[in-house]
């Protein structure tokens, strides 16, 4: 883990009153000796809990893009960022996918009665990922402002797609999941959370619920196998609509050589 960032002694995450799991997507190692910027990419627990000293912390870091892959249900529920009266833009990325809490949904279910419901989640992404991933590359990829993108704990929705963005820009898979799966450093929070958020998930088993308040590179792994594989993403990309031209603006975004 030392040799993860650019800077060994880098805390990844940064203190955001009023949310968690808030780090910079960048400062890693690319494969071909480039490294990914700091300051134009982070991604975050959600936001619509954020105090005014965490709206200052987002000032100071000239965050100008703010971009939820939450569900409407879950806006409606918990509601979001308030951005109005503010220089940052507010994008919802609206997949239609959100947290199984009420098996009210197709699929709800076998996520509940699974043993590991999160690599059901997982799939799940991916069956949508041409709007809930997508969209999100697209718009770092076009927007000239510090960008953050989050969904309720940061670390399913959001570490997939910075899992992606890392990839893009060339860093080597085993350095994205490491990174992917710091989020279980956060796994306290992260349940304590999402059982203050969905009441309705008491009724899991204890390792159930641990299981989806942690973070484990096989449910990344398998969920990509079926469409190509973590080794060859490049023509699932094209396809879920982040083709070349949006890679290379990425790339050209987020890495130094």
Known sequence: M?????DPGIDPFID????????DVGGRHT????????GVLYRSASLDRLT??????LDSLGIGLVVDVRSSAELERHGRFAFEGS???????DSGFGPPVAAERPGDNEVFEADDPMSVVFRMIVEVADSLLATPLQLFARTDQPMVFHCTSGKDRTGFIAFLVQMIAGVDP??????????AAAMGTVRADMEARFPEM????PHKLDRMAGADRRWIIDALDPVGGVGDLDPWLDSIGVDRATRDAIR???VMV
């Open 2 to 6: 030392a040799d993860l960032f650019i």
């Open 16 to 23: 955001v009153d009023g949310t968690f799991n808030f780090r």
């Open 31 to 38: 494969r071909d000796g480039g490294k990914t910027r700091t």
């Open 52 to 57: 005014e000293r965490g709206r200052t912390v």
């Open 87 to 93: 220089s940052i833009e507010w994008h919802h990325v």
């Open 174 to 183: 085993e350095d994205a999941f490491e990174d992917f799966e710091l989020s």
């Open 202 to 205: 008491a009724k899991l088993e």
């Open 252 to 254: 050209r975004r987020f």
